[in-house]
Nanobody
């Protein structure tokens, strides 16, 4: 079983940047993909970005963040990063990460980290 812990959120001005971290523990050897998701107040949780844990990254991004966010991994540190640039009001949300095994659903959700974008 894998467990994820998110960190790095905070208050940032419009146009600013933040880097979120997702630290994995447990059976990281079984992880296939690691994904970032977000949930704004009153809205459903939505996909943000994902990367393969090993091998070629094969990164995917949702349309609202494409070109502004990047995802990277540090296998030695068991950590996946979400670099968020050119932040907008609508990026305000609690950001979560989770991991899949091959053919499985995302699991090991962390407690989330709050990102608030203000003027």
């Amino acid at each position: 079983q894998v467990q994820m812990v998110e960190s790095g959120g905070g208050l940032v001005q419009i146009g600013g940047s933040l880097r979120l971290s997702c630290a994995a523990s447990g059976r990281t050897d079984r992880m296939y993909r690691v994904g970032w998701f977000r949930q704004a107040p009153g809205q459903e949780r939505e996909f943000v970005a994902s990367t393969r844990w090993t091998g070629e990254p094969e990164a995917y991004f949702s349309d609202p963040v494409k070109g502004r966010f990047t995802i990277s991994r540090d296998i030695a540190k068991n950590t996946v990063y979400l670099q968020m640039n050119s932040l907008k009001f609508e990026d305000t949300a609690v950001y979560y990460c989770a991991a899949t095994v091959v053919g499985g659903a995302y699991k090991g959700w962390g407690q989330g980290t709050q990102v608030t974008v203000s003027s």
